[in-house]
Structure formats: C-alpha cells, structure tokens
C-alpha cells in the first residue's frame, strides 16, 4: 500500500517554471515506476512523464519533451516533476502515480494515484 500527495502546483505566467513534488509513504515506492500525468478541464486524462524505480529510464509525452524533467530520489520516497518554458496549455490538474512494475503509460496502468495538484498558466 502506497499513499501518495503532490506539491509545488500554483500559477505562473507563460515561461514560467515549477516544480512538482510527490512525496509517497509505504514501502513501495524505491521499487515501484512512477510517473506523472494531468487532465484539463473537459478533457482525458493524459500521460507526462515516467521514471523507473532506479531512476535510470524515462519517458515523456512528446507535448513536454524538452521542457519538463522527471526525477526522484528514493532515499527520500520522493519523485519530481520540474517543469521549463510552461505553456498555457500545460494548464491542468498534475497527479502523480506509482505502479507494481516497469513504466507504464497508461491510466489503467498505475497502481497507486495521488490527489493532483493545480497548474495554472497564464498568457
């Protein structure tokens, strides 16, 4: 069992940068994939980014590539999402997710969700 509650969310204007923050409790998260994903409003959730348990694979949609770095330290059963050169429509609800295996992309996927925090970019 894994509980997970992200951080960092908050507005900033377009250009702007934040860093998300997941901090997990339990005993999984050192050997669990994690990764980031966000919904808009009216629209599906959709898949950002995504690390394995030993931090040394990623993956990121193309919509973020370049821009956002995933990471994670798991001394601290913590994972990150720094985001560069935001964009308006980067604007969303970011969850962070863990899962019982490699990197998956795919809601159905996760295994463990968080609650999600605001991003708000403003033109």
């Known amino acids: 069992q894994a509980q997970l509650v992200e951080s960092g969310g908050g507005s900033v204007q377009a250009g702007g940068s934040l860093r998300l923050s997941c901090a997990a409790s339990?005993?999984?998260?050192?050997?669990?994939?994690m990764a980031w994903f966000r919904q808009a409003p009216g629209e599906e959730r959709e898949f950002v980014s995504a690390?394995?348990?030993?931090?040394?694979?990623?993956r990121y949609a193309g919509s973020v590539q370049g821009r956002f770095i995933i990471s994670r330290d798991n001394a601290k059963n913590t994972g990150y999402l720094q985001m560069n050169s935001l964009k308006p429509e980067d604007t969303a609800v970011y969850y962070c997710?863990?899962?019982?295996?490699?990197?998956?992309?795919?809601?159905?996927?996760?295994?463990?969700w968080g609650q999600g925090t605001q991003v708000t970019v403003s033109s």
């Open positions: 690390i394995s348990w030993t931090g040394g694979a990623t």
């Open positions: 997710t863990l899962t019982n295996g490699p990197i998956a992309t795919t809601t159905g996927g996760q295994t463990y």
């Open positions: 339990g005993r999984t998260f050192s050997r669990s994939a």
